[in-house]
């Protein structure tokens, strides 16, 4: 399987609930390694253009304002698989829909407050760490 790069945000939830240190601890554990990490304020304008793909859905301005509602912790994460298995790890969009044990179905309060972002793509996990990290921001873990 080929090793892949997967870019999540922990989300102004995650990072008010005082649970950076839990999740970012079950993604490692899970065999992800972290190889950029910043926390950093969206604003309406980073926010919108992030998930800009959502502009025309009816949810797109809650879930602007939510995601500029506080600090958040944008990652790349590296690991055989890195996208789906991301997206297995945090569970469904819909935290009363993920499986038990994921970190929405554990965490999660709401669909628009489900803790996690994670890449759908390798392509878009590409576009999305360019969109946080600068090259010399990345750096390659072998540990
Ligand atoms: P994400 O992009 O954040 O990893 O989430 P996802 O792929 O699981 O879900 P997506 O369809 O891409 O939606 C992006 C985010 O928009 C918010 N949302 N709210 N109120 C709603 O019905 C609704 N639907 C989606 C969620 O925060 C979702 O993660
Ligand atoms: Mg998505």
Do not use: W
């Not at 469904?92 to 554990?106: H, L, Q, S, V």
Request: glycine content about 8%; aromatic content about 8%; charged content about 30%.
């Amino acid at each position: 399987m080929a090793v892949e790069r997967t870019l999540t945000i922990l989300k102004p939830d995650c990072v008010r609930k005082n649970l950076i240190g839990e999740v970012t601890r079950r993604i490692q554990e899970a065999g992800f390694k972290v190889v950029a990490m910043k926390m950093t304020r969206l604003t309406k304008e980073t926010a919108g253009g992030f998930y800009a793909v959502h502009k025309e859905r009816p949810f797109f301005g809650e879930l602007v304002e939510f995601m500029s509602s506080g600090p958040c912790v944008p990652m790349i994460l590296e690991k055989e698989n890195a996208i789906e298995d991301f997206r297995t790890l945090i569970g469904a969009t819909n935290p009363d829909e993920a499986d038990e044990g994921t970190i929405r179905a554990d965490f999660a309060d709401s669909v628009g407050e489900n803790m996690v972002h994670g890449s759908d793509s390798v392509e878009n996990g590409k576009i999305e760490a360019a969109y946080f990290f600068t090259e010399s921001e990345v750096v390659a873990n072998k540990a």
